[in-house]
């Protein structure tokens, strides 16, 4: 019986990791296919550029959720079984980033699955294996969210909190050591992806937002404003 569970687990973790939060609640409010606007993807980021704050917010709180969802389940069904608690969460990320109800063919004819890059899910996996964590993760992430100024840094960054604060939870014996590999495994999901952002870091041609694009906008500005008058 523990295996069916298991099984059961596994199969639902995905799927519910699959549900398009962020194509439904845009159409809702909107109207518009957020996989058409911007990135592409489907999480809270591009959820709010393509229908406003309230939509993003819905769209992270909701894909939080499916993450937090995921460990609850597993330990409702398989209590004790540390394994599945960090499997149930990581399901819910692929799930989120390849959705089963995302299908379609690429240019090339070849058939892919759309979805966000796993932030929240990510997020909400961690918060359900130890609520307090929102403390650090959520406050951390807005801070490299606004100075660092890059989406897709703050991204990565929830599984690298995420890994830090388990694995000095597990060091003081707070904490299972099983946690920090949903950590790690976490962010080689949201790293994956995140290939195409990755590289337009290393190329430097990332967006840039937060406060570093507000003091790279007042500069260019300066810089106009200084040549109109030279001139």
């Not at 992270?60 to 609850?72: H, R, S």
Request: net charge positive; proline share 4%; charged share 15%.
């Amino acid at each position: 019986m523990q295996v069916v569970l298991t099984i059961v687990v596994i199969i639902c973790s995905y799927l519910l990791g699959s549900i398009p939060t962020g194509v439904l609640l845009v159409k809702l409010i909107s109207g518009k296919d957020v996989r058409k606007i911007e990135s592409g993807r489907t999480g809270g980021t591009n959820a709010m550029r393509a229908a406003g704050v309230w939509a993003g917010l819905g769209t992270a709180v909701f894909d939080a959720l499916k993450g937090a969802a995921c460990v609850w389940l597993a330990r409702g069904l398989v209590p004790g079984a540390i394994w599945l608690e960090v499997l149930a969460p990581v399901l819910s990320i692929i799930g989120h980033n390849y959705s089963i109800f995302l299908v379609e063919r690429g240019e090339n004819g070849r058939i892919r699955l759309r979805g966000g890059a796993g932030g929240a899910p990510a997020t909400g996996g961690a918060f359900a294996l130890w609520p307090p964590i929102l403390l650090f993760i959520l406050p951390l992430a807005a801070l490299i969210f606004y100075f660092v100024g890059y989406a897709s840094v703050t991204t990565m960054s929830v599984a690298v909190i995420a890994t830090v604060i388990f694995a000095y939870r597990a060091w003081i014996g707070a904490s299972p050591w099983g946690y920090v590999l949903y950590g790690l495994a976490a962010e080689l999901v949201l790293m994956w992806a995140l290939r195409p952002n990755i590289r337009r870091l290393l190329d430097g041609t990332e967006r840039l937002v937060g406060f570093r694009a507000k003091r790279r906008k007042a500069k260019a500005d300066y810089s106009s404003s200084s040549s109109s008058t030279s001139s």
